[in-house]
């Protein structure tokens, strides 16, 4: 018998349920349930040259990978049992409420209202919002000069993109894509006149497409990088805390940093203070 195309979806979309309970849960994980049983899942960018990305080779590199493994080092799990899955900015506080990864390190900011879903260590970065233009443009310098109808692209379920609603809406056409990378090929095809989030990220595609694009203007944000995890489970937080500290205190920190944005031109910045709420 010949299925029809709607038949056919409908098993798919069947068969997808199934393989998402059996590999995610319902039920918020424990880090250091999941550190002590040898294994962890963590939540990280796949897209962001600099801070998170999944290598042609399937390898993955970035300032958010180092302090990815450095946390689960301390915590007694080699990097060879971590497994990465990607967390789209909209999708990280339901990954971690789901027990989908045990800690999110994605370019995360930690904010109230995601505080009422998830808590957070660190920060272990600070960063600040800005704008990525395509190299040639000389209109826009900053976010004063997006207004007269500018098509800025920013991506759903982030911090900038709500800034962008929350003060700038009347000047500006804003487009939400899942991803900043789709952002950027949207700029370099001229489907958007400007790209905004975090500065460091921006960097790490400016840096990858040397030539093309270009970071405008002073940070207009405070954006504090946390590692998020599930809500109350205090024990992990502290240690994640500690590993954090540890992680400035010996160096390692600053190494990572140089080895992975630092090579974009960013400039090291100061080393932030872990607060422990
Ligand atoms: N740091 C911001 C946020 O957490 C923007 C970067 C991102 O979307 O990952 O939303």
């Given at each position: 018998m010949k299925l029809s195309r709607s038949i056919r979806l409908g098993i798919g979309a069947v068969a997808v349920a199934v393989v998402a309970t059996a590999c995610g849960g319902d039920e918020t994980r424990s880090v250091s349930q999941s550190a002590e049983n040898g294994t962890l899942t963590v939540g990280i960018?796949?897209?962001?040259?600099?801070?998170g990305l999944r290598n042609p080779d399937g390898s993955f590199s970035g300032f958010d990978v180092e302090v990815a493994k450095y946390v689960a080092e301390q915590l007694g799990?080699?990097?060879?049992n971590i497994e990465f899955k990607e967390a789209p900015s909209a999708q990280r506080e339901t990954l971690i409420q789901n027990g989908e990864v045990d800690y999110v390190v994605a370019t995360y900011s930690i904010t109230d209202s995601r505080k009422e879903k998830v808590d957070f260590a660190g920060p272990y970065f600070v960063a600040g919002q800005s704008l990525l233009v395509r190299a040639?443009?000389?209109?826009?310098?900053?976010?004063?000069?997006?207004?007269?109808?500018k098509r800025l692209c920013s991506v759903a379920g982030s911090t900038p993109a709500q800034n962008v609603k929350d003060n700038y809406a009347q000047d500006v056409q804003l487009q939400e894509f899942d991803t900043y990378s789709l952002c950027v090929e949207a700029l370099r095809n001229g489907a958007v006149d400007a790209v905004t989030t975090d500065d460091i990220i921006l960097a790490g595609y400016a840096a990858q497409s040397p030539g093309d694009f270009k970071v405008v203007g002073e940070p207009f944000t405070t954006e504090r990088y946390g590692i998020g995890l599930a809500k109350g489970d205090d024990e992990s937080r502290n240690a994640i805390n500690d590993a954090i500290d540890e992680m400035i205190a010996s160096g390692a920190w600053e190494t990572a940093f140089q080895e992975t944005v630092g090579v974009s031109g960013y400039e090291l910045p100061e080393q932030p203070t872990v607060d422990r709420y």
């Open positions: 960018k796949f897209d962001q040259p600099g801070l799990v080699p990097e060879e040639d443009d000389t209109e826009i310098t900053g976010p004063d000069s997006l207004s007269g109808g």
